[in-house]
């Protein structure tokens, strides 16, 4: 069965720019994107092995309307994921099939809630701070999340500029964005998924 990229379930052991020892612990409850209602724009996604070796590399887009609205699109796969509010549908063109999985409001068991939902990150994970960048360590050992990393534009605070995720087995996800366009209009249509006729459904 080919393997799905989801991108925000799938998941440095080291990476340059991420320097620990200049690290301080955040004391002011953490936000994410306070006041943004809406976002759009591109992506690159790469997963890489523990030993940085690149597994996958994609493109796509993507747009996110809050709370827990979502539609992110695989370019070179054929793959679309949706969140209406409350329910994931991965889609996969090639292969004919559709995976559901339930929202979970936990940012430890699904990391898009960072994005989708007003949560205050020091109730779920230590937050340790660098300049703008944050490194979020889950409390709960609930799924296979080790330790996510934000990274803001000095520019902006508005949206996040890169999203890495680290997982149990040393595999990491870099999610860079660009192009974001803040607080645009999107009609409720884009996070509505309709399961096609003759494809495989699969409930997680």
Known sequence: MKRFFYPFY?????????SVASWTSAQEPILILEGVESAAGEFEQIIREQDGYVVDRQTGSF??????????????????????GEQLYLYDE?????????????PAQNPA????????????????????NYLLTPF?????????????STDSQDFPEQLTI????GQTTEIRFSEV????????????????????????
């Open 63 to 84: 747009v996110i309307q809050r709370p827990r609205q979502l539609r992110w699109q695989i370019a070179e796969l054929d793959q679309l994921l949706i969140s209406d």
């Open 166 to 169: 680290l997982d149990a087995t």
């Open 94 to 106: 090639l292969f004919q099939q559709v995976v559901i999985r339930q929202w979970s409001s936990n």
């Open 113 to 132: 809630a960072i994005l989708l939902e007003e949560n205050d990150l020091q109730e779920w994970a230590r937050i340790e701070q660098q300049g703008q």
């Open 140 to 152: 709960e050992d609930l799924g296979s999340i080790l330790e996510v990393h934000l990274s803001f």
């Open 10 to 18: 799938i998941l440095l052991s080291c990476l340059s720019f991420w």
């Open 181 to 204: 366009q803040i607080n645009g209009e999107h009609p409720d249509e884009l996070f509505r998924f309709q399961i096609p006729a003759d494809v495989e459904v699969l409930y997680e």
